[in-house]
């Protein structure tokens, strides 16, 4: 009878014992989007300019190319 309680009690305690990383994981992949979003918005906010800028050279090229 004592093992049957004994192994009862030590599951019991084991379910308490066992890391969850279930939540953290959730958080860090949630940490990584933020900042990967953050690093896209910063990048285009530099390079938005410079990339219109290019697209209007193009733009401008073709219509004096077909004229």
Same mark, same amino acid.
């Given at each position: 009878m004592l093992p049957v309680i004994q192994l009862y009690i030590s599951n019991f305690v084991s379910?308490?014992?066992?890391d969850d990383e279930e939540g953290q994981t959730l958080v860090?992949?949630?940490?990584?989007l933020a900042l990967i979003? =953050?690093? !896209? =918005? !910063?990048?285009l906010l530099f390079l938005g300019? =410079? !990339?219109s800028r290019i697209f209007q050279n193009v733009g401008t090229n073709l219509n004096g190319a077909g004229s």
């Open positions: 379910k308490f014992r066992n860090e992949y949630g940490l990584l979003a =953050i690093i !896209v =918005i !910063v990048a300019p =410079i !990339v």
